[in-house]
């Protein structure tokens, strides 16, 4: 059974830093690797989807990696803003997705 | 090309009710899948559905609880008798096909169904 765990749990950041966001999980027989956004009381926000066969993807500020061996990928998300605060899920698939319990970040102002 | 559409987005319902969740893929997709996100809690698989057929239901509690997708409209969460710990979020997604395969893999999520049980 896939787990998949996200650190840490939440994270408070100065405007302008960089995010820094980690996922593990434990069964390296994925098909792909997703994160999204989830802001208080509305849906789920694709933000990257990662092949099992890729490295990393980029998009703007965000860029996650996976390394499939060691069963962890990374959000980096570059220059933090006000409006990036919300709750950042990571999921595994396949194909229904296992999702990690989130990091809740806030960027302060 | 709309997303992922789920209505009721608040529905209340006093113990021993029905609760009926509707939700329409994505144009083009013809995959379906429910998850359950309870208060404090992370998302918790359901079921995933092609039209017709229930593909996997491993995460569908045994009782009271039935999804299907029919060939024509939407997909269906039904709870049955509902009780207070059937208070959440429910969630629907759509992928689409992909060359090779059934699914791309790649979600894309509905705003989701508030249930509220009195």
């Known amino acids: 059974k896939q787990e998949v765990t996200q650190i840490p749990a939440a994270l408070s950041v100065p405007e302008g830093e960089n995010l820094v966001l980690n996922c593990s999980f434990t069964d390296s027989a994925i098909y792909n690797l997703q994160w999204f956004r989830q802001d208080p009381g509305k849906g789920l926000t694709s933000l990257l989807l990662i092949q099992s066969s890729q490295r990393e993807q980029t998009s703007g500020r965000l860029n996650a990696s996976l390394d499939k061996s060691s069963g962890r990928s990374t959000l980096y998300i570059a220059a933090s803003q006000p409006g990036d605060s919300a709750t950042y899920l990571c999921?595994?698939?396949?194909?229904?997705?296992?999702f990690g319990a989130g990091t809740t970040v806030t960027v302060r102002a | 090309n709309a997303g992922v559409m789920q209505n009721p987005r608040h529905l209340v319902r006093r113990r021993g009710q029905e609760a009926r969740l509707r939700c329409s893929p994505m144009k083009g997709h013809s995959h379906v899948y429910w998850y359950r996100q309870l208060p404090e809690e992370g998302l918790k698989f359901m079921v995933y559905?092609?039209?017709?057929?229930?593909?996997?239901e491993s995460g569908m509690p045994k009782e009271r609880f039935s999804a299907e997708f029919p060939k024509e409209g939407p997909s269906i969460l039904r709870i049955q008798q509902v009780v207070r710990g059937d208070s959440a979020a429910y969630f629907c997604a759509s992928s689409p096909p992909a060359s090779g395969g059934p699914t791309t893999g790649e979600l894309f999520f509905g705003e989701g169904s508030r249930l509220t049980v009195l």
């Open positions: 999921a595994v698939s396949p194909p229904e997705l296992s």
């Open positions: 559905l092609q039209k017709e057929n229930i593909i996997d």
